[in-house]
């Protein structure tokens, strides 16, 4: 009996301590978003890793991308600012126009389009992609965050790179 007890006891303990899957690990589908409310959903830590954005939007409030999103089971979040065809050419670009966007999310990348305002980047593997543009400045929260920024070619940042730490 004490046996059983003992097994049983372990077994409880090992599922309070084990690692739970949170709901952004599972999370595959995107976020496509159509108005500022949609937006901020999609960008929240209960959003969805990609957020497509199909037409010119502009949002009276600073954008925060947070939580940690996995695609194909890599870290992964993306800001899609375009439309693209069956065979993934971007086809057409959209422009997002808030006072600010802060990137906590890492791995994140905006892909085309143009964002207008300032980036706060607080996560590391921030990433400028595909003709992004992006018409501010773009603010570094530290040290690790700027080291592992990738900007490529073709990507515009009218601003200034500005470290804040």
Not at 68 to 77: A, H, I, P, Q, T
């Amino acid at each position: 009996m004490k046996i059983k007890t003992i097994v049983l006891m372990i077994a409880v303990a090992a599922l309070l301590v084990a690692p739970t899957v949170s709901a952004q690990d599972t999370v595959s589908s995107p976020s496509v978003v159509v108005d500022e409310a949609s937006l901020m959903n999609a960008a929240s830590a209960d959003g969805a890793w990609i957020v497509i954005i199909q037409q010119d939007l502009t949002v009276d409030e600073e954008i925060v991308l947070e939580g940690k999103f996995k695609n194909d089971g890599e870290l992964d979040r993306k800001l899609a600012l375009y439309d693209q065809d069956s065979d993934h050419n971007v086809t057409d670009r959209y422009t997002l126009k808030a006072p600010s966007i802060t990137v906590k999310s890492p791995n994140t990348r905006f892909k085309a389009g143009t964002f207008v305002g300032d980036v706060y980047v607080a996560a590391e593997n921030f990433k400028l992609t595909t003709g992004f543009t992006v018409k501010g400045n773009v603010y570094f929260e530290n040290e690790a965050a700027k080291k592992t920024f990738k900007i490529e070619n073709g990507t515009t940042v009218t601003g200034n790179l500005v470290n804040n730490w």
